[in-house]
Nanobody, 122 residues
C-alpha cells in the first residue's frame, strides 16, 4: 500500500503563485521518479514536471521558466512551485511516484494521488 496526498491547490488570480505538495507514505522502500501531471476538462492528462531521485528534472514547454519541481527524499515529498500562473494552467494536478515497495517480494508500483484543483481566474 502506498498513499500519495496532494495539498496546496486553490483559486488564484492571474500572475499569482501556488506551491503544491505531494507526500508519499506506506510500504515504501524507495522512490525513483516523482512527477506532477495535470488534466483539464475534456483533455488528456499531460506531464507538467518530473524529477528523478538524483534531482534531474524535466518540464512541459508550457511551464518552463514558471514552474519548479523539487523533492525532499527524507520526507518522501515532492513539490511544485508555480509562479506567474495563467488561466491556461487551470486543471486538476495529480502527483505520481514510481515506488519500490518494501517486503520479501520486491515490486514496483506506479502510484497516483487523488489530485488537487488549481483554478486561475482572469
Amino acid at each position: 500500500q502506498v498513499r500519495l496526498v496532494e495539498s496546496g491547490g486553490g483559486l488564484v488570480q492571474t500572475g499569482g503563485s501556488l506551491r503544491l505538495s505531494c507526500a508519499a507514505s506506506g510500504r515504501i522502500f524507495s522512490i525513483n521518479d516523482m512527477g506532477w501531471y495535470r488534466q483539464a476538462p475534456g483533455k488528456q492528462r499531460d506531464l507538467v514536471a518530473r524529477i528523478t531521485s538524483g534531482g534531474s528534472t524535466n518540464y512541459a514547454d508550457s511551464v518552463k521558466g514558471r514552474f519548479t519541481i523539487s523533492r525532499d527524499n527524507a520526507k518522501n515529498t515532492a513539490y511544485l512551485q508555480m509562479n506567474s500562473l495563467k488561466p491556461e494552467d487551470t486543471a486538476v494536478y495529480s502527483c505520481n511516484a514510481d515506488v519500490l515497495l518494501s517486503g520479501l517480494i520486491n515490486r514496483r508500483m506506479d502510484s497516483w494521488g487523488q489530485g488537487t484543483q488549481v483554478t486561475v481566474s482572469s
